[in-house]
Nanobody, 132 residues
């Protein structure tokens, strides 16, 4: 079974940086990509970035392009999200996810170009708060 454990969240001032890490284990042939999602209070969970395990390609939502960088360490089986120039609107719980579907009740899509990936295995999340 896929297990995902996030770390690295915290409180940071606007303009500051944080680095989140996701430790992944139990990946299978259905693990096509590893993503970071976020959910702010009262809002839907949204995709932030993903790395495609098959070819290493990456995707970012427009709101974080140029500020966030996703990277994968194959040896350690971790996926990091480097977040720079943080803004108060980045405040949210950040979740790591893979395309393994555990339950159809908790699936979130990411649409990119003409394609879509469905994410259905989740970590517990880590809180990121950007405030002065």
């Amino acid at each position: 079974q896929v297990q995902l454990v996030e770390s690295g969240g915290g409180l940071v001032h606007p303009g500051g940086s944080l680095r989140l890490s996701c430790a992944a284990s139990g990946l299978t042939k259905d693990s096509l990509a590893i993503a970071w999602f976020r959910q702010a209070p009262g809002k839907e969970r949204e995709g932030v970035s993903f790395v495609d395990i098959r070819d290493g390609s990456t995707w970012y939502t427009d709101a974080v392009k140029g500020r966030f960088t996703i990277s994968r360490d194959n040896a350690k089986n971790t996926v990091d999200l480097q977040m720079n120039s943080l803004k108060p609107e980045d405040t949210a719980i950040y979740y790591c996810a893979t395309t393994n579907i555990r339950s159809t009740n908790n699936v979130r899509p990411i649409y990119y170009g003409d394609y879509v990936l469905y994410f259905g295995s989740w970590g517990r999340g880590t809180q990121v708060t950007v405030a002065s």
